[in-house]
């Protein structure tokens, strides 16, 4: 049997200030009381004996970031191969997952979605097993949500063998590993990554701005077939988000009772208001519009990224003026791994307040989720706690500068510079 690990001491956790997500506003100084996994008090009159103190001194306490599209599995260091689908059997990619999972980690992001793998892993939910890893603490890394394998069509934007045009059998892919083409098959992928641990369904809806198989945003599920990925997942008690871009297949996914549209770059705004009618979540992953490096992409793709980036950009400025639940999402490693808080710098730039952006990481992304026991400072949550320099509410940059990371109650990161 395994040796029972001796319990944590509490720790008084001081700073120089602490962000109140739900007020907006900063309370000075910072200072919670942690016992486990909990934060159990916050400016406790008293603490219990063998209380560590732990002062970080003139930084500001944040609730722990969660971005809603991460793919772990893919990006990281020595990512430079166009032949990656093929040279990375699924141990080499579970490794390379445990380096992005501690780099997110480090960063400041304590909870992502791992919205679907698209690779040949023989049926393995390599999410799901780096999520059992984590939280058996064997690895540094997020809270994972996994979402298995991504539900797509023969030729769909998430078919891996669509992104490097792969000749015909190579690298054949089953069912189980999200292939599914009519109403049949999509059931039956959906039902195995629920059976094998996926939490959230991934769909894709359209087409994407990298897909050699067509424009931008054409739907490529029936109406049908999403109607009956829905269902699956709902009747399961998870939720459905969709890789969707054009304005027609973002309709067809929120007709059918999708939960969450990932992207909606060309949404037009009778369907945002619709979004907002409905209160489904956006995943906006508009930092890609700017920041994703297309350098190396045939050229038909590169004009096609050319044409579509400055839309989405618009697009995302008119879904928050119109108060479209937009949750922090990035899509890495569409941009590195580590560096998930440009998208709350961009998020900013196409119209959100700091705060707002701060909340679409925190209590958004944890509505997202269904997720009530993380996204605040508060007694009775989950003790996911960063720190950063300065006034994230005047300058969101500062979520590029995290200093401390906690999670769970454990320290992954502190580092002495913070101290003034």
Sequence with gaps: MPRPRPPRPPVRLRAARMLDIDKGELAEPGDLLIEGEHITAVAPAT???GTVELDLGDVTLLPGLMDMEVNLLLGGPDHRSPLNPVQDDPAVRTLRAVANARRTLRAGFTTVRNLGLFVQTGGLLLDVALKKAIDLGWIEGPRVVPAGHAITPTGGHLDPTMFQALAPHIMPLTV????????AEVRKAVRYQ??????????CASNG??????PAGAQQYSDEELHAIADEAHRAGLKVAAHCMGDRAVRAALAAGIDCIEHGFLAGDETLDLMVERGTFLVATTYIADG????????????????VFPRAKATTRRAIERGVRVACGTDAPAIPHGRNARELLALVDRGMTPLAALRAATTTAAALIDAEDRGRLEPGLLADVIAVPGDPLTDIGVTEDVRFVMK???????EEAARS
Excluded: C, F
């Design 292 to 307: 994703m490096d297309v350098s190396t992409a045939a050229p038909e793709l590169q004009a096609k990224a050319a044409d």
């Design 176 to 183: 189980e590993e999200g292939i599914a083409n009519g109403v």
């Design 47 to 49: 603490v219990p004996p």
């Design 408 to 414: 769970g109650g454990q320290v992954h990161r502190h």
């Design 194 to 203: 629920i059976k094998h641990g996926a939490r959230v369904i991934k769909v």
């Design 209 to 214: 701005v990298m897909s050699h198989t067509g």
